[in-house]
């Protein structure tokens, strides 16, 4: 995929599936399914075994000034350290930012994909590259050229003829605790990491208990509460049904 503008992908679980399937992950290993709302009523509706979640937000305003002002402070103070094993890409693609949230949810989940399938071939293309080498990879490769215009064009909304758009994909997984890896502490805990293309790397979120209840909490508190807008939308990528 050649092009730097790709056709952006809709916050919908058929669409992700649709994407995440033709790719090649195993279709009874996990399916992506929507998230009605952050009221533990209805986070209950959501599947258990809760692998990652994204979010589409709007990127603007004070959520857009404070993602800002927190890049600037870790890049001076640092953070709560990420393990290493996570992958991350940094996003030089317009509108690629629900093709990378996609990717990076599934590829640091515990998820089998198919031999020799796109996602498998890409993983092995990634192995030892760096974030932007990642993106290189992602914005030269023809594997996933079919598949996303394809899933891209099957919401249920039409594709606009302006692409620009303000709404943006984030995602949130979980990794082992890095400081309990590093110190070869036996019984390691699990941290929440938020992966953004657009921010400066991986961003630790805090303990993680239960990822899904773990992650509408922090939405809540430092997406949902900065802005008037009803502009998102959260899915769960969660166990398959064997």
Not at 37 to 57: H, I, Q, R, Y
Not at 169 to 187: I, N
Request: a negative charge; hydrophobic letters at 35%.
């Amino acid at each position: 995929m050649s092009e730097s503008r790709w056709i952006p992908l809709e916050s919908n679980p058929d669409v992700f599936n649709s994407w995440a399937e033709s790719a090649g992950l195993v279709e009874s290993q996990a399916q992506f399914e929507d998230i009605y709302g952050l009221d533990p009523e209805l986070l209950g509706m959501v599947s258990k075994g809760v692998k990652a979640v994204t979010l589409l937000f709007p990127s603007s305003g004070i959520i857009a000034q404070k993602r800002k002002e927190e890049d600037e402070k870790i890049a001076a103070q640092g953070q709560y350290p990420i393990d290493p094993t996570i992958f991350w890409m940094k996003q030089t693609i317009v509108n690629a930012c629900g093709t990378m949230g996609l990717l990076q949810a599934l590829i640091n989940s515990d998820v089998t994909f198919s031999p020799e399938s796109p996602l498998a071939r890409f993983i092995d293309e990634c192995k030892d590259k760096t974030p932007l080498e990642r993106v290189k990879i992602l914005e030269e490769t023809t594997l996933f050229e079919q598949i996303h215009t394809s899933a891209a064009t099957s919401g249920q909304t039409m594709v606009p003829e302006d692409l620009d758009t303000y709404l943006h994909f984030t995602c949130f997984v979980k990794a082992p605790d890095a400081s309990a890896r590093e110190s070869e502490t036996q019984a390691r805990g699990w941290r929440v990491i938020e992966l953004d293309g657009a921010r400066n790397g991986p961003i630790d979120r805090g303990e993680c208990t239960n990822l899904l209840q773990d992650v509408a909490r922090f939405v809540k508190e430092h997406y949902i509460k900065e802005s008037k807008s009803v502009n998102f939308s959260m899915m769960a990528l969660c166990s398959g049904q064997d």
